[in-house]
């Protein structure tokens, strides 16, 4: 009985590069982007290092996009720094089983 092959055993390896592409325009696609948006709006998000909330950063994004885009297919797009939070640690509560013992006793 014959095993079957993956497909990417035997693509040449110019192929990979196209699969990356694929893979990106996949992730550029307009709706794609739109269901992410929705989900950024939706969980509220803090504004980051530039100090934009969703509203500013929506309309930043109309005009600034197509630059973003073209930089991110060409390998040039270079991210900002994270905004890093600390958040307090919660007092444990003795009464809260773990996650495993939440998922065992349902």
Same mark, same amino acid.
């Given at each position: 009985?014959?095993?079957?092959?993956?497909?990417? &055993?035997?693509?040449?390896?110019?192929? @990979?590069?196209? $699969?990356?592409? %694929?893979? +990106?325009?996949?992730?550029?696609? /307009?709706?794609?982007?739109?269901?992410?948006?929705?989900?950024?709006?939706?969980?509220?998000?803090?504004a980051g290092v530039d100090?934009?909330?969703?509203?500013? &950063?929506?309309?930043?994004?109309?005009? @600034?996009?197509? $630059?973003?885009? %073209?930089? +991110?297919?060409?390998?040039?797009? /270079?991210?900002?720094?994270?905004?890093?939070?600390?958040l307090p640690k919660a007092?444990?509560?003795?009464?809260?089983?773990?996650?495993?013992?939440?998922?065992v006793h349902g």
């Open positions: 009985m014959n095993t079957p092959v993956s497909d990417e &055993t035997t693509r040449p390896r110019s192929e @990979a590069r196209d $699969t990356k592409q %694929d893979l +990106l325009e996949r992730v550029l696609a /307009r709706d794609n982007l739109q269901r992410a948006w929705k989900r950024v709006k939706a969980n509220r998000g803090a100090g934009l909330d969703i509203a500013r &950063t929506g309309a930043h994004l109309k005009t @600034a996009w197509p $630059t973003i885009r %073209d930089q +991110l297919r060409d390998g040039r797009y /270079r991210p900002q720094p994270v905004r890093r939070i600390t007092v444990s509560d003795p009464q809260t089983p773990s996650f495993t013992g939440r998922e």
